[in-house]
RNA sequence: GGCGCCGUACCCAAGUGGUAAGGGAGAGGUCUGCAAAACCUUUAUGCGACGGUUCGAAUCCGCCCGGCGCCUCCA
């Protein structure tokens, strides 16, 4: 089964073929640094890493590009975001960007997310969005006006393609207010003039100003993928208008097709509504990292696939703990038990090539994070069974078993990483093991109370004891 | 008003024409000094309601009910 994906362009499954054998180059919409990142965020960036290392899993060499916005995301009121967090903190606007961007990298990074080959922030790219302007302005498809520059998006036939809306539709019901500097209310700022009060500007043939929020992407994607490019993606709220722009832009300004590919992650719900920094409704990443283990936010942000909404809540996210924790303690107990020596011949019912295929095919099915894991816990369950009666397995097996967990949890969905390499031992371990062993004495002596004793005083430390079938394990808790 | 999505057990969530994955919670059991883990068994004659197409529908079509998203701030 050949990789297909959800093009939201066509609006249906496509086998995924890049432009350039065995290359592929990917744009996703990266945040705008001015508060720090929540759940939400965390889907679409988990999201998109899931594509990225499963393509490069297939062998493609894939080029990521995620922007970094630090300019031109203006309000209803036509204030940029950045200005108003920076009134708001007192603060330049560039130390809000520059704070805002570290903290995101710390929590993708703490989700276990790759990071991008290319974080290029608008403000450092304002000459190449200049020039996307220029182009168009030559072209036709942009008019000066009083300092601004504006796209004519009538002059764009093909605006609407990627969000199925039609221009006469929406004008009905919206927020579109008219405003006598544009030709047409749906036109866009490609570049604004910067009132005397507005720190962030930059010159240009039109004066002093700072660029609109979509000309960035178009600007920095091209720079970077070139003119026509594999995928786009991004979150479901920014089709439109966003994207919609991007395209029209885009393909105004070079007259090629833009992303061949348009992938789009659902949002994050909280009692069914909409997670977002508007509402009020979110929770920071680094307010569930102080409940949960990163990984967790991970492993339950994977149980549902991307294009679905995914509700939030504690009670549903400490099930995928509970859930997530199995699945570790298993791989744990296949690690230990593989460095012992073993001459069985057992393996499972169903083959492990069958449930590695039924793993591959998921993924290959638009991405089925959650549908993969489902197989993930069929092998660790069977996994289990075998290291109970632990002398009937083959060495040799459990080692395939191994390879496999590794190949699918950590490198793929990256929730299962391989323990830390024992290069530099701590103290710590060796502490433990010892307090153990002369519980284990106590044991054999029938002197529960010291062994309780112990036990008890170990978790008090968060260390976890299993008193097992030959022997005694422990974990962090 | 326009465009689109969703409704599956107590909770989360897959499945998009062939007879309901997976996780959590609950119940019973095996193992066990106790605890924990693990394993086994069990929990939806039914997938919002009603019609229709079909040998066969959670899946396709129609209508209705309920929820949500986008329509120039959002991942």
């Known amino acids: 089964m050949p990789l297909v994906v959800y093009n939201t362009l066509t609006r249906k499954k496509e086998e995924f073929k890049p432009l350039h054998e065995g290359r592929v ?28 290392r499963y393509l490069r899993h297939l062998g493609y060499k894939v080029m990521y590009v995620q922007n970094i916005t630090d300019v031109g995301h203006l309000l209803d009121d036509g204030e940029d975001r950045m200005l108003k967090q920076s009134r708001i903190d007192k603060a330049h606007p560039m130390q809000i960007a520059e704070t ?18 290319i974080s290029p922030r608008a403000t450092g790219h304002i ?30 036939k093909a605006y609407g393609k990627l969000s199925g809306r039609s221009i006469d539709d929406m004008k009905e019901g919206t927020r579109v207010e008219v405003k006598s500097e544009k030709r047409n209310p749906e036109d866009f700022a490609l570049w604004k003039k910067a009132e005397p009060e507005h720190i962030m500007r930059w010159q240009s043939p039109w004066g002093e100003g700072f660029p609109g929020w979509h000309v960035e992407c178009s600007a920095m994607s091209m720079k970077y993928l070139g003119e026509t490019f594999d995928i786009h993606g991004g979150g479901l709220d920014n089709q439109f208008p966003h994207h919609e722009c991007e395209i029209a832009q885009s393909e105004s300004a070079t007259g090629k097709p833009f992303a061949k590919y348009w992938i789009h992650n659902n949002l994050v719900t909280a009692n069914g509504q909409k997670m977002s920094k508007s509402l009020g409704n979110f929770v920071t990443l680094k307010d569930a990292f102080k409940k949960f283990d990163p990984i967790v936010v991970r492993f ?53 090539e069958e449930y590695r295929k039924r793993f591959f095919d998921a993924m290959n099915d638009d991405f089925s994070a959650p549908l993969a894991l489902g197989v993930l816990f069929e092998v660790a369950r069977e996994t289990n069974e075998l290291l109970a009666n632990s002398q009937n ?17 950590d490198q793929i969905l990256g929730i299962l990483s391989e323990k830390q390499t024992a290069g530099e031992q701590s103290l710590e371990p060796q502490l433990i093991d010892l307090l153990l062993k002369v519980r284990g004495s106590a044991r054999q002596r029938n002197e529960w109370r010291t062994a309780d004793d112990i036990r008890k005083g170990l978790k008090g430390l968060r260390i976890e004891v299993q008193d097992i079938k030959d022997g005694t394990t422990w974990k962090k808790a």
């Open 393 to 409: 397995a083959s060495h040799e097996f459990l080692v395939k078993l191994n390879e496999f967990f590794t190949l699918t949890g």
């Open 25 to 52: 180059g990917m744009y996703v919409c990266g945040p705008t640094v001015y508060s720090h990142s929540h759940i939400g965020h965390g889907k679409s960036y988990v999201s998109f890493d899931i594509i990225v």
């Open 127 to 156: 000459i190449e969005q200049i020039e996307v302007v220029k182009r168009l302005l030559s072209n036709g498809h942009a008019y000066e006006m009083n300092g601004s520059v504006y796209f004519d998006v009538r002059k764009f």
């Open 100 to 117: 805002i961007t570290r903290s995101y990298f710390e929590d993708m990074d703490a989700l276990n997310i790759v990071r991008p080959d």
């Open 300 to 352: 339950f942000i994977l149980q549902s696939h991307y294009r679905s909404t995914l509700d939030f809540s504690e009670q549903a996210i400490e099930a995928a703990a509970k859930g997530l924790e199995k699945l570790q303690s298993t791989i744990e107990r296949l690690r230990a038990e593989i460095v012992k020596e073993q001459n069985g011949i057992v393996q499972f019912v169903e083959s492990l």
